[in-house]
């Protein structure tokens, strides 16, 4: 069922906008996989790892991630696609030479995808994954840290891969206006961020009091259905 179900491409993607929330100006959108096949999402990717086909799930969903924006129009190497990849699909062998194929195919992708480490697989080899990361960021891959603040992401990832973005995890947003424990703490994320030029996203921002306050306290880049939810992407 699932090697069909890859093979075939049973699912296509929706697209979640990320927005400078100062200057109202889109900066890119993450690719969220979509499927009629399964009644979750993660229940696609927990049968991949269970049948030891969590590689070929997950590069073919960034192919067709990345087909689909190519193919919308969004050329431009200053919006970015953002996708999610497991640790263990980065350090595949078959990783390298497969992204080096999407570059090869359409110009500009290594400059505008950021992938996404995922936060709900450890990373068991982290001097390996830490090389594969310096050899993908030298072909122009970007990368940030997903989920900062949840389950297995730390700050350990933050300091030693030394990403391009690092995405907030939607706890911090979650009554922001009301929570002055959790300003501070996003105050010291921006100090960090910022000497140390890497750009700070705020994930899941709900409701107009959270996003002023994010925009108060000096957040630049948010994400959230407040500001835009996931849909379809419109040929540009």
Same mark, same amino acid.
């Given at each position: 069922?699932?090697?069909?179900?890859?093979?075939? !491409?049973? *699912?296509?993607?929706?697209?979640?906008?990320?927005?400078? &929330?100062?200057?109202?100006?889109? +900066? $890119?959108?993450?690719?969220?996989?979509?499927?009629?096949?399964?009644?979750?999402?993660?229940?696609?990717?927990?049968?991949?790892?269970?049948?030891?086909?969590?590689?070929?799930?997950?590069?073919?969903?960034?192919?067709?991630?990345?087909?689909?924006?190519?193919?919308?129009?969004?050329?431009?190497?200053?919006?970015?696609?953002?996708?999610?990849?497991?640790?263990?699909?980065?350090?595949?062998?078959?990783?390298?030479? *497969?992204?080096?194929?999407?570059?090869?195919?359409?110009?500009?992708?290594?400059?505008?995808?950021?992938? !996404?480490?995922?936060?709900?697989?450890?990373?068991?080899?982290?001097?390996?994954?830490?090389?594969? +990361? +310096?050899?993908?960021?030298?072909?122009?891959?970007?990368?940030?840290?997903?989920?900062?603040?949840?389950?297995?992401?730390?700050?350990?990832?933050?300091?030693?891969?030394?990403?391009?973005?690092?995405?907030?995890?939607?706890?911090?947003?979650?009554?922001?206006?009301?929570?002055?424990?959790?300003?501070? *703490?996003?105050?010291?994320?921006?100090?960090?961020?910022?000497?140390? !030029?890497?750009?700070?996203?705020? =994930? $899941?921002?709900?409701? =107009?009091?959270?996003?002023?306050?994010?925009?108060? &306290?000096?957040?630049?880049?948010?994400?959230?259905? +407040?500001?835009?939810?996931?849909?379809?992407?419109?040929?540009?």
């Amino acid at each position: 069922m699932l090697t069909n179900f890859i093979r075939n !491409e049973l *699912f296509s993607h929706s697209f979640q906008p990320i927005i400078d &929330i100062q200057r109202w100006k889109k +900066i $890119g959108f993450e690719g969220l996989l979509r499927t009629s096949h399964f009644n979750n999402v993660e229940d696609v990717f927990k049968l991949a790892i269970q049948e030891k086909q969590l590689y070929e799930l997950d590069s073919q969903s960034i192919y067709k991630a990345a087909v689909t924006y190519h193919s919308a129009g969004f050329s431009s190497k200053d919006c970015y696609l953002f996708l999610n990849v497991f640790p263990s699909t980065l350090t595949n062998a078959n990783f390298l030479p *497969f992204v080096r194929k999407i570059s090869a195919e359409y110009a500009f992708l290594n400059h505008q995808i950021v992938f !996404e480490i995922s936060e709900s697989e450890v990373i068991k080899d982290f001097l390996s994954f830490k090389k594969q +990361i +310096i050899q993908l960021r030298s072909e122009g891959f970007l990368f940030a840290i997903d989920d900062v603040g949840k389950g297995n992401s730390n700050f350990k990832c933050v300091i030693e891969l030394e990403p391009n973005f690092i995405k907030l995890d939607q706890y911090f947003s979650n009554s922001l206006h009301k929570n002055l424990k959790k300003q501070d *703490f996003i105050k010291s994320m921006i100090h960090y961020t910022d000497k140390h !030029e890497i750009k700070l996203i705020l =994930e $899941g921002i709900e409701t =107009e009091m959270d996003l002023a306050m994010a925009k108060y &306290i000096g957040i630049t880049y948010g994400q959230g259905n +407040i500001i835009g939810s996931p849909k379809s992407l419109k040929v540009v």
